[in-house]
């Protein structure tokens, strides 16, 4: 189930199956996790491949952790349970992950209207972190210079809500520099659109 309210910090209003949500244009939450690490100068981010058994987007590549916010759940403990479900990240890990605002959109598809809000964290992890196949919602999990990953949103491989997330984290992290992208001022208005 899903809450429905007015703002994300009121009280609920009612809760509802989160695949009626968009048959009623109610606004969806989830968290997003950019999980990446430095190695010198560079930035290099892990990328997870959605399983073929997957409903939506299967064999698609994802983030790290991310997931839908349940009703009577917060973000915080969204993330925490994404990350163990997902990619096997212990708390101690996952509790490093520092919030880096939020992207919204909204898409029409089947005669529905998806209003959607995604929580972005950003979690630098160590050299030596290995994230692990949990739940069975991912396959398999890259490590991928930034380079690869801007190459891979550009076309249909990526979820698109993914890469949205992504492009977002590439701009934040000056991968994408408005004196050579010519979109750059489009990018970051329609990555906070209202809802």
Known sequence: LYDVKGLFADPPLLSMERA???????????????????????????????????????????????????AGSGVWETLLKECMEEACIPESLAATAKPAGTISYAYEKDAALYLECQFVYDLEVPESFQPCVGDG???????????????????????????????????????????????????????????
């Open 137 to 195: 919602e991912v396959q398999e999990f890259y490590l991928w210079p930034l380079d690869q990953v801007k190459d891979a949103i550009a076309t249909q491989e990526f979820k698109p809500n993914c890469a949205l997330v992504i492009l977002d984290f590439l701009i934040r992290k000056g991968h994408i520099q408005p004196d050579t992208e010519k979109f750059y001022t489009k990018f970051v208005e329609n990555l906070h659109g209202p809802l």
């Open 20 to 70: 009626a949500t968009p048959l009623l244009g109610v606004p969806r939450y989830g968290v997003h996790v950019n999980g990446f690490l430095r190695r010198g100068a560079d930035i290099f981010m892990w990328i997870a491949r959605r399983s073929l058994t997957k409903p939506t987007y299967p064999g698609k590549l994802d983030h790290l952790a991310a997931g839908g916010i349940s």
